[in-house]
Each structure stands twice: as C-alpha cells, then as structure tokens.
C-alpha cells in the first residue's frame, strides 16, 4: 500500500472519530432538548389549568353579575339597609377576585420568565454545538 493511500485512510479514520463525536454531542444536545422540551410541555399544562381557572372565575364572575341584577330589583323596593348590605358584598367580592387576578398574573408572569429562561439555556447549548461542529468541520477541512 503507497505512502499516500495509508495517509487518505488515516485521514478518513480521523475524520470519522470527529464525526462521531460529533454526533455523540449531537445526541447529548437533543437528549437535552428532549429534557427541555417535556418541562416545556408542563408549563403548558400548567397555564392550561390557570386557564380553566381563570375560565371558572369569569363564569362566577357572570353568576355574580346575574345575582346583583336580582338585587338591583330588590333594592329599588328596600333602598336603606339592602344598599349597606350589597356594598359590603360587592367589595368583599372585589377584593377575593382582585387577589385572584393578582395571582394569576404571578403565575403568568413567572411562567413566561421560566419559559424564556429555559429558551435561552436551550439557544446557549444550541450556540456551542453548532459552534463545535464548525470548528470541527474546519479542522477536518484542514487536515484534508
């Protein structure tokens, strides 16, 4: 076997290793998307469930708004003490509600900073994988 045809296979044997590697590190990176991507999948499921919530407080938002329209009518017959009555009821329900509200825009809040956290870490990792390959492409260029 010629000088030359040792050193194509020699070369062919050292690119081959940086192509495995290559993948292994490939393999790494989407094992980590994967990862990434179930989280993902549960801030999902998460936000779905604040949505039904959210979903259940504008239906009793909607009973409360019936219920006072009922009263309105009873009010118009007894002002006096029913007007007392109903102002505390209103603000007490102001208040459960303006701390619901509260609440999920926590949530949303803090979900979004998760979600974009988690993109960021995903984008990073993305960032030296590719940036790997290439050094590794070059350097098989190179050595060709």
């Known amino acids: 076997m010629s000088v030359e045809l040792k050193q194509i296979l020699q070369w062919i044997k050292e690119v081959s290793l940086k192509v495995d590697e290559t993948n292994n590190k490939l393999d790494e990176t989407n ?3 994967d990862e990434t991507n179930t989280k993902q ?3 999902n499921t998460k936000m779905n469930e604040r949505n039904e919530k959210l979903v259940e407080t504008n239906q009793i938002i909607e009973k409360t708004t019936d219920k006072l329209s009922k009263v309105v009518e009873d009010i118009e017959q007894n002002k006096g003490e ?14 459960k509600l303006s701390k619901v509200v509260e609440d999920i825009e926590q949530n949303k809040e803090e979900a979004i900073k998760d979600m974009n956290q988690k993109m960021e870490e995903k ?9 790997d390959t290439e050094q590794n492409k070059e350097e098989a260029i190179k050595d060709m």
């Open 31 to 33: 094992k980590k998307l």
């Open 41 to 43: 999948d549960e801030t």
């Open 82 to 95: 029913v007007i007392k009555n109903i102002n505390e009821t209103i603000e007490k329900t102001f208040e």
């Open 123 to 131: 984008i990073e990792k993305l960032s030296k994988v590719i940036a």
